[in-house]
């Protein structure tokens, strides 16, 4: 099936609501090309210098596109992050919600990210220190935050981590769930996601 037949066909079983980011890390401006051209416009990356590269000649093209950060974020790359990106999916540190403070965000929205596995290897704010930052970031920081974000465990069960996902966004009044990737994102949709993030099921397996 062409990417073209496999879009339309994810997009429908999405139903409304429920957006679809297409994750184009480790995939090149020629194979994205056919999404742009069928008016998709949001878009996923996670490496700030990957994202400027091949994005800024697409985003002359398509002044529209949306492209969202949804990798870890080093601090020291924030000024050029906010210079590619429309929206950041994974603020997860003091560190971070302190200089974005500072920064000129105008018209950029920004998402939580919460390491529901508590994976030492993985980016996100830990379980338990979730409900205090995120209550900084809205309250001291006063960041734009509009939900949260999570990437479950890859051996674990999804389920429970969309759960605990959906119950803190609840807790704190926010509204956008970006939850479910290729291997679970109809999962994702039925316990809520307002957003899912594809790219193996879109592109094929990436070349590292
Ligand atoms: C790579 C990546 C995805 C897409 O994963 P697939 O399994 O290829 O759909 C989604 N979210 C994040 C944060 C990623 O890094």
Excluded at 72 to 94: H, M, P, T
Excluded at 152 to 167: I, Y
């Amino acid at each position: 099936m062409d990417i073209i037949a496999k879009y339309q066909e994810i997009k429908a079983s999405l139903g409304q609501g429920v957006r679809l980011m297409a994750v184009t890390k480790n995939h090149t401006a020629e194979e994205i090309r056919p999404l742009l051209e069928a008016g998709h416009r949001l878009f996923g990356e996670n490496r700030v210098f990957e994202a400027i590269e091949k994005w800024q000649p697409l985003k002359e093209e398509y002044p529209d596109i949306e492209l969202h950060m949804i990798g870890s974020l080093q601090s020291n790359k924030l000024k050029e992050a906010l210079g590619i990106f429309s929206a950041i999916d994974s603020v997860d540190r003091e560190s971070l919600a302190q200089k974005l403070s500072l920064e000129d965000i105008g018209g950029k929205s920004f998402l939580i990210e919460v390491n529901t596995g508590s994976e030492p290897q993985k980016g996100g704010i830990m379980p338990e220190e979730a409900d205090d930052f995120i209550n900084k970031c809205l309250y001291e920081y006063k960041l734009p935050i509009k939900g949260l974000m999570c990437v479950p465990p890859a051996d674990e069960e999804a389920s429970p981590h969309f759960a605990f996902l959906k119950t803190l966004a609840k807790r704190h009044g926010l509204k956008e769930l970006s939850m479910g990737m290729s291997g679970d994102y109809l999962l994702a949709v039925q316990q809520g996601s307002t957003c899912v993030r594809l790219g193996t099921v879109l592109f094929g397996p990436r070349k590292s």
